[in-house]
């Protein structure tokens, strides 16, 4: 057990402290799963409540902090997440004694409020998990570094898995929208209806798209591709500074060769560039998942190691984890594709 110097902990409202948005703006470890209009988005459409432990009293600038959601879930328990369904949530901490305490604070609370577990999502390989937590799961996390000329980036892509296809869209036509109005948020949930079907995943309900929407504003985009006014391809990228996040997308599989998510892509690249961004996030793979891996290193994406840690160590591999599973192989493989999207209304709140 790692010991660290006395400090006081404080508990904060995201949502609420002025200072949270001074944090995220000039923090180098924040992004936009840090902020309010992810967190509202998150808490109308599930319900999680937004956390922050900081060692910065009320009167003083806030310097350092570590996000959370409680999740609470009379099916599958109530938790300290950091953060549901982000790929990753950086601790703004800087000072490994500062975190160190922050974690014995959030883990002192656990206990108190009898929560099953405290998670924490982060890439960065410099903090100190040893203080009772334990890996559960790594991800591979990929990131494009959008500083190069356009020309050095598209020479870097594969020519067979990016620049061919993006070559097949301009010939097949395909027109190209994007905003975030409700007409393309029902295409994008079309597709996405689409792709988690063949994968026999629950999509998320429609209500967190619009919801994004809504609390996100310009810092989320969608973007479609259609052939003769049908969608064949759709994506949904976040910003926030000088980063764009990829984190959703769906097609149908029946216009797959035409290219279209390549080209979003390209046009996402093209656009990033155009207003100043310096990186495009990929988001998360599971480490099995070759394919989609294979996917993003065809765009030259850098790879690096995505760690869940969860404290107490007895958890990391909770029987939770082991139905969810069971169900992603067995149970909704066994539901017909209209009981997949009523199971996700249901679900997704109990699995942040």
Same mark, same amino acid.
């Given at each position: 057990?790692?010991?660290?110097?006395?400090?006081?902990?404080?508990?904060?409202?995201?949502?609420?402290?002025?200072?949270?948005?001074? $944090?995220?703006?000039?923090?180098?470890?924040?992004?936009?799963?840090?902020?309010?209009?992810?967190?509202?988005?998150?808490?109308?459409?599930?319900?999680?409540?937004?956390?922050?432990?900081?060692?910065?009293?009320?009167?003083?600038?806030?310097?350092?902090?570590?996000?959370?959601?409680? &999740?609470?879930?009379?099916?599958?328990?109530?938790r300290l997440v950091s953060l549901p369904f982000?790929?990753?949530?950086?601790?703004?901490?800087?000072?490994?004694?500062?975190?160190?305490?922050?974690?014995?604070? #959030?883990?002192?609370?656990?206990?108190?409020?009898?929560?099953?577990?405290?998670?924490? /999502?982060?890439?960065?390989?410099?903090?100190?998990?040893?203080?009772?937590?334990?890996? #559960?799961?790594?991800?591979?996390?990929?990131? $494009?570094?959008?500083?190069?000329? $356009?020309?050095?980036?598209?020479?870097?892509?594969?020519?067979?898995?990016?620049?061919?296809?993006?070559?097949?869209?301009?010939?097949?036509?395909?027109?190209?929208?994007?905003?975030?109005?409700?007409?393309?948020?029902?295409?994008?949930?079309?597709?996405?209806?689409? *792709?988690?079907?063949?994968?026999?995943?629950?999509?998320?309900?429609?209500?967190?798209?619009?919801?994004?929407?809504?609390?996100?504003?310009?810092?989320?985009?969608? /973007?479609?591709?259609?052939?003769?006014? /049908?969608? &064949?391809?759709?994506?949904?990228?976040?910003?926030?500074?000088?980063?764009? &996040?990829?984190?959703?997308?769906?097609?149908?599989?029946?216009?797959?060769?035409?290219g279209g998510t390549p080209m979003l892509l390209?046009?996402?690249?093209?656009?990033?560039?155009?207003?100043? #961004?310096?990186?495009?996030?990929?988001? /998360?793979?599971?480490?099995?998942?070759?394919?989609?891996? #294979?996917?993003?290193?065809?765009?030259?994406?850098?790879?690096?190691?995505? *760690?869940?840690?969860?404290?107490?160590?007895?958890?990391?591999?909770?029987?939770?984890?082991? &139905?969810?599973?069971?169900?992603?192989?067995?149970?909704?493989?066994?539901?017909?594709?209209?009981?997949?999207?009523?199971?996700?209304?249901? $679900?997704?709140?109990?699995?942040?």
């Amino acid at each position: 057990m790692s010991t660290y110097p006395s400090m006081s902990v404080y508990t904060i409202d995201p949502l609420q402290d002025d200072r949270w948005p001074e $944090l995220i703006a000039r923090h180098p470890k924040a992004s936009v799963f840090h902020t309010r209009g992810w967190l509202r988005a998150l808490q109308t459409t599930y319900g999680y409540e937004p956390v922050a432990f900081t060692t910065s009293p009320a009167s003083q600038e806030l310097t350092n902090a570590v996000l959370f959601c409680v &999740v609470r879930s009379w099916l599958t328990g109530d938790r300290l997440v950091s953060l549901p369904f982000s790929d990753h949530c950086e601790p703004l901490v800087d000072d490994i004694g500062e975190f160190g305490t922050i974690c014995v604070y #959030a883990e002192s609370l656990r206990k108190h409020e009898r929560w099953r577990y405290v998670e924490i /999502r982060s890439s960065d390989s410099l903090l100190d998990y040893r203080n009772g937590f334990s890996e #559960a799961k790594t991800y591979c996390l990929h990131q $494009l570094d959008l500083r190069p000329s $356009l020309d050095t980036l598209q020479k870097g892509f594969s020519k067979k898995g990016v620049q061919h296809r993006i070559g097949r869209a301009v010939r097949e036509s395909l027109s190209y929208e994007v905003g975030r109005s409700e007409s393309l948020i029902q295409q994008l949930f079309a597709l996405l209806k689409l *792709t988690r079907a063949r994968h026999r995943i629950p999509p998320q309900p429609i209500e967190w798209f619009r919801n994004l929407a809504t609390c996100m504003g310009d810092d989320m985009c969608i /973007r479609i591709a259609s052939k003769a006014g /049908r969608p &064949v391809a759709g994506i949904l990228t976040l910003r926030h500074g000088k980063k764009i &996040v990829y984190k959703y997308s769906g097609s149908d599989t029946r216009y797959n060769n035409f290219g279209g998510t390549p080209m979003l892509l390209w046009h996402v690249i093209r656009e990033a560039k155009a207003i100043g #961004a310096e990186g495009f996030d990929f988001g /998360r793979s599971d480490i099995d998942n070759s394919g989609l891996i #294979a996917f993003k290193e065809h765009w030259s994406a850098a790879s690096s190691t995505l *760690t869940t840690w969860r404290c107490p160590a007895a958890t990391a591999s909770s029987s939770f984890d082991q &139905v969810k599973g069971w169900l992603a192989k067995e149970g909704f493989a066994r539901l017909p594709n209209s009981a997949l999207t009523l199971a996700g209304r249901l $679900l997704y709140r109990h699995i942040g």
